[in-house]
């Protein structure tokens, strides 16, 4: 399929109202690398071997895909959570003696955790090591240009483990991976011979499939808890990165924890939901709105100045 046939725009409905503020944040803000901002609050991704196009409308979203892509809508209804299920689980967060939370929530109301394609989960984030999204948006791209089946001439599936794992050095250096390189190898060489890896895994505890998918290279907490969460839909994995860590510290006065203890306060403070407030602190954070607890801003203010911890990469 390389010509652009297009069908007509069709309507989804969703739960909760989305705006195109929160489509941005959701389809551009590190959940998903697949996604490219067109005109007209146009938003053009690859889920699978499908193209589709969405833009926010009243009471839902507008989509249309490629003639000949079949189960479009039902993609797009778990991908978006269009019954929603998780506006239903936020209500169980404690933003009701939460500040903090309760102000990230309303700062983006609706936002959702998408549901992702484990394949499509473990290779964006097998690429996300120090770099910013833009980042991680090209080198995925280049990886399913250089390997990937074609779906029009300008956009391509992501290739599978089988193809990956038999990439040459000249292919995985245009894609401009650098170390990442050995990681998207080594994982492929352990999974191509897993046809269904993910649903074995989806098969496990939230606990054990975080350790499963730290056996595969490449693969340590942070990354593991990312996938577990936007991948296999465990929204009690609670991912720390760099704005995380931002987030706990200046607004919860966390500063200097390690991200293990980050993760377990994450888990035990937030609850069977915690994935869902970490996308909002996340995104709160990102955007410059994160509130900080008067009373939070006057104890840290009134310390005397600790040793920075050292860096952790």
């Not at 189960?71 to 689980?89: H, P, V």
């Not at 060489?189 to 649903?199: Q, T, V, Y």
């Not at 340590?220 to 704005?243: H, I, N, Y």
């Not at 994450?266 to 009373?295: I, K, N």
């Amino acid at each position: 399929m390389s010509a652009m046939a297009w069908t007509e725009w069709q309507h989804l409905p969703l739960a909760q109202e989305i705006t195109a503020e929160l489509v941005k944040e959701q389809l551009d803000g590190g959940q998903s690398f697949r996604w490219q901002g067109m005109p007209g609050n146009v938003w053009r991704g690859i889920l699978g071997d499908r193209l589709i196009d969405v833009r926010p409308a009243h009471g839902g979203i507008d989509w249309r895909g490629l003639h000949g892509q079949r189960e479009m809508e039902s993609a797009l209804k778990k991908y978006f959570d269009a019954d929603g299920r998780q506006a239903l689980i936020v209500d169980r967060l404690p933003w009701r003696s939460d500040k903090v939370l309760e102000r990230a929530i309303k700062n983006f109301s609706g936002l959702r955790i998408l549901r992702h394609d484990p394949h499509e989960t473990l290779i964006g984030f097998l690429c996300s090591s120090n770099k910013r999204i833009i980042q991680i948006k090209v080198m995925v791209a280049a990886l399913a240009r250089t390997m990937g089946e074609k779906i029009t001439d300008e956009h391509y599936a992501l290739p599978t483990w089988s193809r990956l794992s038999r990439a040459t050095d000249a292919e995985l250096k245009a894609c401009a991976l650098g170390y990442r390189a050995a990681f998207i190898r080594g994982t492929a060489k352990k999974l191509e011979s897993r046809p269904r890896w993910a649903d074995e895994m989806q098969k496990l505890s939230t606990a054990d499939l975080l350790i499963e998918l730290q056996t595969l290279p490449g693969v340590g907490p942070k990354v593991a808890a990312c996938v577990a969460l936007f991948g296999f839909g465990r929204l009690e994995s609670f991912p720390v990165d760099t704005w995380v860590v931002q987030a706990l510290a200046s607004a919860y006065e966390l500063k200097g924890w390690k991200p293990d203890k980050l993760a377990e306060f994450g888990r035990t403070h937030f609850g069977d939901a915690a994935g869902l407030a970490q996308q909002y602190l996340f995104a709160s954070a990102r955007a410059g709105l994160l509130v900080v607890p008067e009373s939070v801003a006057s104890s840290t203010a009134k310390r005397k100045p600790k040793k920075s911890p050292k860096s952790r990469k």
